[in-house]
């Protein structure tokens, strides 16, 4: 398999946690070392990551994630009890589609560049979304049918791989994440294991110091 990615690709970030969590080896390619127009035409999508195997390839980290978990099953990243695991996807689905979504690069370059947003009003369109998110997911954890170590488990998951890098991108626009406990306690579990580890910006062999996506 080939994963598509960069090292400040947080999307990516996911696959690669989900990709070590499983055992599983992989290509790194990174993207903005391939030729202009080259990896658009093989993922019209033309986002990071995408996976190529069989010849094929997968868009949307979550669609990898999904192949990855039905391909290879053992250990598994989502619950077994079936609402537990929608609980999971859920908490997941807010942080891709409701916070990054809102708040990656190219938004953040189309409000500055195109809307003649300034550097404050794009702070604050940030901090917004970040915030209003971060809260939701606290309060989802808060009524969790149990109080697991990690998100959803007592291992860790769907829904932590997606939290470790967007708590870190909450840290880096400024965001003030210490009214969340339960998220940071969480994330302190997941930190040190070595799928996060092998999987963060700095330990990528494109590294080039911190930067958000
Ligand atoms: N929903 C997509 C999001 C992918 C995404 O936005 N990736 C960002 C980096 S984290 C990207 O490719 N940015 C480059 C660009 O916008 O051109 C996923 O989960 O895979």
Redesign the pocket.
């Known amino acids: 398999m080939r994963l598509y990615t960069n090292q400040r690709?947080?999307?990516?970030e996911r696959v690669r946690i989900a990709l070590n969590l499983k055992g599983l080896a992989y290509d790194y390619v990174s993207v903005p070392a391939m030729a202009p127009g080259e990896y658009q035409k093989l993922n019209p999508q033309?986002?990071?990551?995408a996976l190529e195997t069989d010849g094929r390839m997968i868009?949307?980290?979550?669609a990898i994630l999904d192949f990855l978990e039905q391909r290879w099953p053992a250990p598994p990243l989502l619950p077994a009890d079936p609402l537990i695991r929608a609980e999971a996807r859920a908490f997941s689905q807010h942080i891709?589609a409701e916070m990054?979504?809102l708040t990656?690069?190219?938004v953040r370059r189309f409000l500055a560049e195109e809307l003649g947003v300034d550097e404050d009003g794009v702070a604050r369109w940030l901090r917004h979304w970040m915030a209003k998110g971060l809260a939701a997911l606290e309060a989802t954890l808060e009524r969790r049918a149990q109080d697991w170590p990690f998100c959803f488990a007592d291992t860790p998951g769907w829904a932590d791989l997606h939290l470790v890098p967007q708590l870190r991108n909450a840290r880096r626009f400024g965001c003030d994440v210490e009214a969340y406990p339960r998220l940071l306690a969480v994330e302190a579990r997941c930190v040190g294991l070595d799928a996060f580890v092998r999987a963060r910006p700095e330990n990528q062999p494109d590294y080039a110091g911190a930067s958000i996506?």
């Open positions: 690709n947080s999307a990516g033309g986002l990071m990551p868009a949307q980290s979550a891709a990054h979504a990656v690069d190219r996506a």
